[in-house]
């Protein structure tokens, strides 16, 4: 290499490294594994990068994660060829209903087709929304701490935008009941909206 190759390599990397640098020290702070933590496993999504997601349903229409601020939620990443994501759905389905009226809101994130999320959804009578995530979002997984991206994987973000609970592997309706009381408790038995 000339030495005027060295000198573009070198400038090139001190400048890659400078702009990686200052794209850490300037975006939003780290949204933190609040309460349980999973092995210290950390969250790089900010509230507002988390807010600002967007899946479709199986309509095609896009759904912002936005939309469900203020109210505790469970986001359940599943896929219809996993069998431990298709045996915790039904208990989903009957916690979703015995806490919808306590500010709580589950949210599915299928790591899968359209069609297949919605055969799925109609055949099982889902109560909540699924979403088309696909395999795209399995850096959102590992960013919302599962750097496995193995499924299924469940968060539960509080109203205040902090994930107040991560769970890998499937969770049963004892399991869901017994977090969400924990985590009602905490909030007063009810989330509280965010002001603004």
Same mark, same amino acid.
């Given at each position: 290499?000339?030495?005027? $190759? =060295?000198?573009?390599?070198?400038?090139? #990397?001190? $400048?890659?490294?400078?702009?990686?640098?200052? @794209?850490?020290?300037?975006?939003?702070?780290? *949204?933190? #594994?609040?309460?349980?933590?999973?092995?210290?496993?950390?969250?790089? *999504?900010?509230?507002?990068?988390?807010? &600002? #997601?967007? @899946?479709?349903?199986?309509?095609?229409?896009?759904?912002?994660?936005?939309?469900?601020?203020?109210? #505790? %939620?469970?986001?359940?990443?599943?896929?219809?060829?996993?069998?431990?994501? =298709?045996?915790?759905? /039904?208990?989903?389905?009957?916690?979703?209903?015995?806490?919808?009226?306590?500010?709580?809101? @589950?949210?599915? %994130?299928?790591?899968?087709?359209? /069609?297949?999320?919605?055969? @799925?959804?109609?055949?099982?009578?889902?109560?909540?929304?699924?979403? !088309?995530?696909?395999?795209?979002?399995? /850096?959102?997984?590992? &960013? %919302? $701490?599962?750097?496995?991206?193995?499924?299924?994987?469940?968060?539960? !973000?509080?109203?205040?935008?902090?994930? =107040?609970? &991560?769970?890998?592997?499937?969770?049963?309706?004892?399991?869901?009941?017994?977090?969400?009381? =924990?985590?009602?408790?905490?909030?007063?038995?009810?989330?509280? /909206?965010?002001?603004?």
């Amino acid at each position: 290499m000339t030495a005027w $190759g =060295r000198r573009i390599f070198v400038l090139t #990397l001190l $400048g890659a490294t400078a702009f990686a640098g200052w @794209f850490a020290a300037g975006g939003p702070p780290p *949204l933190p #594994l609040a309460g349980d933590s999973r092995d210290g496993q950390d969250i790089t *999504l900010s509230v507002d990068q988390f807010y &600002a #997601l967007s @899946f479709a349903d199986s309509d095609g229409h896009q759904q912002r994660l936005g939309q469900w601020r203020g109210k #505790l %939620l469970v986001v359940n990443f599943w896929a219809t060829w996993c069998p431990p994501c =298709r045996k915790e759905i /039904p208990d989903f389905v009957e916690v979703s209903r015995e806490y919808a009226d306590r500010g709580v809101q @589950f949210i599915g %994130l299928g790591i899968d087709s359209a /069609p297949n999320v919605s055969r @799925f959804a109609n055949e099982q009578q889902v109560n909540y929304p699924l979403l !088309v995530a696909g395999a795209g979002s399995l /850096p959102i997984m590992s &960013a %919302l $701490g599962n750097p496995s991206m193995a499924l299924p994987y469940t968060l539960m !973000v509080g109203a205040d935008g902090q994930v =107040r609970h &991560a769970n890998l592997g499937p969770m049963d309706s004892d399991a869901l009941r017994d977090t969400l009381d =924990r985590l009602l408790n905490r909030s007063g038995g009810r989330t509280k /909206p965010l002001p603004g």
